[in-house]
Nanobody, 119 residues
Framework: QVQLVESGGGLVQAGGSLRLSCAASGRTFSMYTMGWFRQAPGKEREFVANVKWSGDNAYYADSVKGRFTISVDNSKNTVYLQLNSLKPEDTAVYYC????????????WGQGTQVTVPS
C-alpha cells in the first residue's frame, strides 16, 4: 500500500521558516516526480514545487521561487520542502504528491499538513 505522509506544518510568524517532510512508502519511487501543492481556504489547490526522485530538475511556482527549496533524501525515502521568509499568503494546507513516469497527473497524494502564517 502506497503512503505519502506529510509532517512539519505549524504556526509560524511572518519571516519565519518551516521544513515540511513527506515520508514515502509502499513502492519504489526511483522513476517518480515528487511534488508539493497547497490549498488555501476558498482557493483551488496550486502547484508549489516538484523534483525528480534523483533530486534533479527542481521546479518552483513563481510565488515561492527563492524562498522555498524542495529536496529528496533517498536513504530515508523522504521529500522535504524548506519554507523560508514565510508570508501570510503562504497559509494553506500543503500536500505531497507523486507522479509516475507515464502519468500526466499525480498518482498518489498525502493527507496534507497545515501551515499558518498570521498577518
Amino acid at each position: 500500500q502506497v503512503q505519502l505522509v506529510e509532517s512539519g506544518g505549524g504556526l509560524v510568524q511572518a519571516g519565519g521558516s518551516l521544513r515540511l517532510s513527506c515520508a514515502a512508502s509502499g513502492r519504489t519511487f526511483s522513476m517518480y516526480t515528487m511534488g508539493w501543492f497547497r490549498q488555501a481556504p476558498g482557493k483551488e489547490r496550486e502547484f508549489v514545487a516538484n523534483v525528480k526522485w534523483s533530486g534533479d530538475n527542481a521546479y518552483y511556482a513563481d510565488s515561492v521561487k527563492g524562498r522555498f527549496t524542495i529536496s529528496v533524501d533517498n536513504s530515508k525515502n523522504t521529500v522535504y520542502l524548506q519554507l523560508n521568509s514565510l508570508k501570510p499568503e503562504d497559509t494553506a494546507v500543503y500536500y505531497c504528491a507523486a507522479r509516475g513516469p507515464a502519468s500526466l497527473t499525480n498518482d498518489y497524494w498525502g493527507q496534507g499538513t497545515q501551515v499558518t502564517v498570521p498577518s
